[in-house]
Nanobody
Framework: QVQLVESGGGLVQAGGSLRLSCAAS????????MGWYRQAPEKQRELVAT???????NYADSVKGRFTIARDNVKKMVYLQMNSLKPEDTAVYYC????????????WGQGTQVTVSS
């Protein structure tokens, strides 16, 4: 099992920045993909960004150019630097780990609230 704990959420004005952190513990494979998802009220959870152990990142179109994902494989942490925040970025942000043995396994953090005021 993998345990994930997010931090860094909060209230910020439009145009501001936040940095989210996620600490992983437990049986985290070095090859695991780590990422961030978000869920706004009355909307489905959506992908924000993912990053492989080698540093290859993918982003949702809505955040490209504004958000940056990074990871520290020694500390077992993943980060999301969010710049130029918009009100539509308001959501609960969830850290995610996906790893494979004979099938894929998904692990989720408890979520951290990000609220962007206009």
């Amino acid at each position: 099992q993998v345990q994930l704990v997010e931090s860094g959420g909060g209230l910020v004005q439009a145009g501001g920045s936040l940095r989210l952190s996620c600490a992983a513990s437990g049986s985290l494979f070095s090859s695991a993909v780590m990422g961030w998802y978000r869920q706004a009220p009355e909307k489905q959870r959506e992908l924000v960004a993912t990053i492989t152990s080698g540093g290859s990142a993918n982003y949702a179109d809505s955040v490209k150019g504004r958000f940056t994902i990074a990871r520290d494989n020694v500390k077992k942490m993943v980060y999301l630097q969010m710049n130029s925040l918009k009100p539509e970025d308001t959501a609960v942000y969830y850290c995610n780990v996906r790893q494979y043995s004979f099938r894929s396994y998904d692990y989720w953090g408890q979520g951290t609230q990000v609220t962007v005021s206009s």
